[in-house]
């Protein structure tokens, strides 16, 4: 008996359910696989998810889209960081850029040293060693070299785009690869007898749509993983209180950041996320610390430009389903689970969800091992991704103000306090192949945050303090030097990108 698979249905045309659909049809084109997605014009999509990290260029990349047509369609702007502003305390701001920072000496890392030289008082503040930060702060861009094996020179980017015009620059691109679209909603959903797989779909036109495997990419609510499945959702709450979002794209006011902006409030934090044609804002917030109204007002207060539609308010409990895949449904994107905005891992693990599926694609034997082991990666990605962002807020020293009070007292995951032990008492960061954010990133975090370890590496000791002060000097000065010979952002998206 043929046990492949040979039909796929999509519900939902969001980012989640396009980007699936795009990638499926890319990878299974001479394949006798079918693809449908429906999408329902009453319900329509969440329309916010405008900032990402560099894993988003491997999605262009396997898609063969090319990066300047991809930016051209979604007016797109490039991402060099993350500016922290007020985390620490009012006046204060730090980067998380996608780079590294100096140079290795003697394959010892450069922060290594940089500890040391802070301790005597030699060194300045860790962007200083960042090529991508100083780049980002002066409000210019460039793309990396090629090839480039120096550690100072090499960084990394993202993209700022809009999140309509992205599904909709999918939606062209899968379409024309054979996927058959419907809008249509998905009203009745029918399960197998005895083993409760769904078999079908019951459409507000009438249709019933038959398939083998369901992609559950119908947003928050789960429409099949959860409403059908009961499958369960595990709430982050306690460690993550902000439980509600508003939104208001707004004109823009200038030349766009190459970085997105996360600007510290009474009970959240705001983001600011310039596009080629407006800028994106919203202010991510706990209900239990202020009302939608306090919300809605200070985010208005704090627009750089004229509003362009009214506020958008989204609620969410941050986590994730107690499985992704269930029986014959493969949830992607809200429906799967929800870390809120702060450091743009959402799309990053829709992508890590697809590129699941294709590794472990099933056959209709459904083998449990299959559906656990793709259950138990994504689990333990989406608990670092969910680690690194409680560290953010943790970390804070807004003394005297409740919502920070309670999160810098608030217990953590294990796993989290373990790893701050470990920095504080080693300089050591503990990642594997599975963290999307490696040792630089936490640094970022621990150095913006001045929790910067007594301890450094015994090799340090090696080398001498005054040769290791002219290397600092060096090194900062050549990336000015470097910087002040680059474009503005603006530029560099009008001669190469328009
Ligand atoms: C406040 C906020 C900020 C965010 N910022 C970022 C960010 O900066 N970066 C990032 O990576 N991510 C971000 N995200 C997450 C990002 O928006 C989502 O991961 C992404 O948009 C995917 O959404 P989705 O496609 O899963 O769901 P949705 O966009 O909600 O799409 C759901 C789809 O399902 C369809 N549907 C639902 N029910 C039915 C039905 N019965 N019949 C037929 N169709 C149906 C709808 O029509 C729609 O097409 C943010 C999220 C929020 C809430």
């Not at 702007?77 to 780079?99: M, N, Q, R």
């Not at 019933?208 to 059908?228: A, H, Q, R, V, Y």
Request: with cysteine.
């Amino acid at each position: 008996m043929d046990t492949r698979i040979q039909s796929i249905v999509i519900v939902g045309g969001g980012t989640a359910g396009w980007m699936t659909a795009a990638a499926l049809a890319k990878r299974f084109a001479n394949n006798p696989i079918s693809i449908t997605l429906i999408e329902s014009a009453d319900i329509g999509t969440i329309g916010v998810g405008e900032a990402t990290v560099p894993f988003i260029k491997e999605f262009l990349k396997q898609l063969k889209i090319d990066e300047v047509e991809f930016i051209q369609a979604t007016n797109a702007t490039y991402k060099l960081a993350i500016s922290f502003d007020g985390w620490k305390h009012e006046g204060h701001s730090f980067l998380h850029p996608f780079a590294g920072y100096g140079a290795r000496v003697d394959n010892i890392p450069f922060y290594h040293f940089w500890i040391k030289m802070m301790q005597l008082n030699k060194a300045q503040e860790l962007d200083a060693y960042c090529l991508s930060s100083q780049i980002a702060r002066a409000n210019k861009f460039a793309l990396p070299k090629p090839n480039q094996d120096v550690e100072i020179s090499s960084f990394n980017y993202a993209f700022h785009f809009d999140a309509t015009l992205f599904a909709k620059f999918l939606s062209n691109y899968a379409q024309k690869l054979g996927v058959k679209r419907i809008e249509a909603t998905v009203q009745n959903v029918m399960q197998h007898e005895t083993t409760g797989f769904v078999k079908s779909l019951g459409l507000s036109n009438d249709q019933i749509i038959e398939g083998e495997l369901f992609i559950d990419c119908s947003g928050f609510k789960g429409l099949l993983i959860e409403e059908t499945l009961n499958t369960g959702y595990e709430s982050w709450n306690q460690w993550l209180p902000c439980d509600r979002a508003v939104a208001i794209p707004c004109e823009s006011n200038g030349e766009p950041a190459p970085y997105t902006r996360s600007l510290a409030c009474e009970a959240g934090w705001q983001w600011r996320i310039q596009l080629q044609h407006r800028t994106g804002n919203g202010y991510v917030y706990s209900s239990n610390h202020i009302s939608d109204e306090q919300a809605v007002e200070s985010l208005t207060k704090n627009l750089e430009g004229k509003p362009l539609a009214p506020p958008k308010l989204m609620r969410f409990v941050t986590g994730m389903r107690k499985q992704s895949w269930n029986k014959n449904v493969f949830s992607i994107g809200l429906s799967s689970g929800f870390l809120e905005p702060l450091e743009s891992t959402s799309i990053y693990i829709i992508q890590e969800s697809i590129n699941l599926l294709i590794d472990n694609f099933p056959n209709s034997n459904w083998p449990p091992q299959l559906i656990t082991e793709t259950n138990k990666i994504l689990r333990i990605r989406q608990e670092k991704l969910r680690d690194f962002i409680i560290l953010h807020y943790h970390l804070n020293e807004r003394h005297g103000e409740n919502f920070w009070d309670a999160c810098r007292s608030m217990s953590i995951p294990d796993t989290l306090a373990t790893q701050i032990e470990l920095f504080k008492n080693t300089a050591q960061v503990a990642v594997t192949h599975l963290d999307f954010f490696r040792t630089n990133s936490w640094l970022a975090m621990f150095a913006g945050f001045n929790r910067i370890p007594d301890y450094y590496h015994p090799l340090v000791d090696n080398f001498d303090e005054a040769l290791l002060e002219k290397e600092f000097s060096t090194i900062s000065t050549g990336i000015i030097s470097a910087v002040n010979g680059l474009p503005s952002h603006q530029e560099f998206i009008q001669k190469n990108c328009l």
